[in-house]
Antibody, heavy 120, light 115 residues
Framework: QVQLVQSGAEVKKPGSSVKVSCKAS????????ISWVRRAPGQGLEWMGG????????YYAQKFQGRVTITADEATSTAYMELNSLRSEETAVYYC?????????????WGQGTLVTVSS | DIVMTQSPEFLAVPLGERATINCKSS????????????LAWYQQKPGQPPKLLIY???TRASGVPDRFSGSGSETDFTLTINSLQAEDVAVYYC???????????FGQGTKLEIK
C-alpha cells in the first residue's frame, strides 16, 4: 500500500520561494507518476503539474509555467515541488498525489498536505 | 483547457435521503476506442486530503460504500449518494483526466450538508 508523506508547514514572505517534499513508501517509486494539487482557503482544487520519476519528465499547468519546478529523486523515493515568486493569495494547502505511469489518470492516494502561508 | 462545472455549489439533504451532484465538462471526455469516460469523483472532509470515490465515471474505488454511485457520459456526469449519512458531510469534486499530455482540471466543488 503506497503512502505519501509530505514535509511540514512553511511560512514565507511574498516574493520568496518554497520547496515542499513528498516521500513515497510501501511501493516502487518508479512505477507511478506524482502530481501536485493545491487548495487555497475558500477555493477548490487546482492541479499544478506532475512528474514521471522514471523518465524525470515534468509537465506543468499553463498557469504555473516558469514559476514551478517539480523534480524527483528515485534514490530516496521523494518528489519535490518548488514554487517561486510567492504571492499572498497563494497561501494554500499543497498536496502530492499518485497518478498512473502510463496514461492520464485519477489521483490516489494523496499526501496529508502541507500548509504554505505567504505573509509579510 | 477543459472546464468542469459542478452544480449545485451548496446542497443540504436530510439524513437517509438521496444527494445528487452534477458535473458538466466543456467538451466531451470520452475515449471512443474503449467507450470509457476519464472522469473521477473525490470527497474532501475538513482537515483531510481528498479521497478518491469513483473513477472511469462509474467505478467505485476500493472500500467506498455502495451508497456512492457515479453515472453519465461524454459531457454530463452525476454523483449520487443514497441514504445520506452524517459522515458524508464534505466537499465533493469531479475531475477529468482526458487530456494528454496531462492537463487535469477539477470542478469548483459542491459542499454537502445535512438538512
Amino acid at each position: 500500500q503506497v503512502q505519501l508523506v509530505q514535509s511540514g508547514a512553511e511560512v514565507k514572505k511574498p516574493g520568496s520561494s518554497v520547496k515542499v517534499s513528498c516521500k513515497a513508501s510501501g511501493g516502487t517509486f518508479t512505477n507511478f507518476a506524482i502530481s501536485w494539487v493545491r487548495r487555497a482557503p475558500g477555493q477548490g482544487l487546482e492541479w499544478m503539474g506532475g512528474i514521471i520519476p522514471i523518465f524525470g519528465r515534468a509537465y506543468y499547468a499553463q498557469k504555473f509555467q516558469g514559476r514551478v519546478t517539480i523534480t524527483a529523486d528515485e534514490a530516496t523515493s521523494t518528489a519535490y515541488m518548488e514554487l517561486n515568486s510567492l504571492r499572498s493569495e497563494e497561501t494554500a494547502v499543497y498536496y502530492c498525489a499518485r497518478n498512473s505511469l502510463v496514461a492520464p489518470s485519477w489521483f490516489d492516494p494523496w499526501g496529508q498536505g502541507t500548509l504554505v502561508t505567504v505573509s509579510s | 483547457d477543459i472546464v468542469m462545472t459542478q452544480s449545485p455549489e451548496f446542497l443540504a439533504v436530510p439524513l437517509g435521503e438521496r444527494a445528487t451532484i452534477n458535473c458538466k465538462s466543456s467538451q466531451s471526455v470520452l475515449y471512443s476506442s474503449s467507450n470509457k469516460n476519464p472522469l473521477a469523483w473525490y470527497q474532501q472532509k475538513p482537515g483531510q486530503p481528498p479521497k478518491l470515490l469513483i473513477y472511469w465515471a462509474s467505478t467505485r474505488a476500493s472500500g467506498v460504500p455502495d451508497r456512492f454511485s457515479g453515472s453519465g457520459s461524454e459531457t454530463d456526469f452525476t454523483l449520487t449518494i443514497n441514504s445520506l449519512q452524517a459522515e458524508d458531510v464534505a466537499v465533493y469534486y469531479c475531475q477529468q483526466y482526458y487530456s494528454s499530455p496531462p492537463m487535469y482540471t477539477f470542478g469548483q466543488g459542491t459542499k454537502l450538508e445535512i438538512k
